[in-house]
């Protein structure tokens, strides 16, 4: 079983973040038999996020299965790996519930190679090429959900496939909280990956970035 982990950043202000979730994704890497894939694509034709869909697909192409990082996320503890929690299943997500509604994020997006037909599919799906959510949107359709608020709306054989992570999986620390509520009504205590201030101002998310691994550090090495 040949597996990667997947991640870049896009313009320097970007790379600062990647620089700070790095050492993290390493040792996670480093301990759970992943190679690490950093580069960006060769040509960013969309806006970025879009990015993580074609090296994904690049990924696919040599690897069995492949997890998908944010820049902006970091691992608080790397002794569990998420892909034992997948089953049989091609995915594995979460999803957060917000003001816009119920909201399955790639943030953190565990993949397999049936999942291959998928993302081609999401990267078709152009017309979300500048929906605020990018190709997350595609997603969303392909999942089933849609509306405002987003809910799930009807059924889909990529729901019927997906494996839906527990909140400590890819928890969220906002800049301004009180815009999130978990599944099970609380903030995980101990979470293994957190984003940070996803929306917010780089300079926001690398500050919160710092004072998470200041408060919780991982241990390298």
Request: with cysteine.
């Amino acid at each position: 079983m040949r597996r990667a982990l997947v991640t870049f950043a896009a313009g320097d202000e970007f790379e600062g973040l990647l620089d700070l979730s790095l050492p993290g994704l390493e040792e996670y890497a480093d301990l759970h038999g992943y190679d690490i894939l950093t580069a960006p694509p060769r040509l960013l034709t969309r806006p970025p996020s879009w990015g993580k869909i074609t090296r994904l697909l690049s990924a696919l192409e040599r690897y069995d299965e492949a997890l998908w990082v944010d820049c902006d996320v970091v691992c608080l503890d790397p002794a569990v790996d998420v892909a034992d929690e997948l089953g049989d299943a091609w995915q594995a997500i979460s999803r957060h519930r917000t003001r816009e509604g119920e909201i399955p994020s790639c943030g953190l997006w565990y993949v397999r190679q049936s999942m291959q037909p998928v993302l081609e599919a999401i990267w078709r799906l152009d017309r979300y090429t500048d929906h605020p959510w990018w190709e997350q949107a595609a997603l969303h359709q392909l999942l089933g959900y849609g509306g405002r608020p987003v809910e799930r709306q009807r059924e889909t054989a990529l729901f019927a496939h997906t494996c839906w992570l527990d909140p400590e999986w890819h928890a969220i620390s906002l800049e301004y909280p009180g815009g999130l509520v978990y599944p099970d009504g609380d903030t995980p205590e101990r979470p293994r990956f957190v984003h940070a201030a996803p929306g917010s101002p780089p300079a926001v998310r690398a500050r919160m970035m710092r004072d998470l691994l200041e408060r919780q550090p991982v241990t390298h090495g």
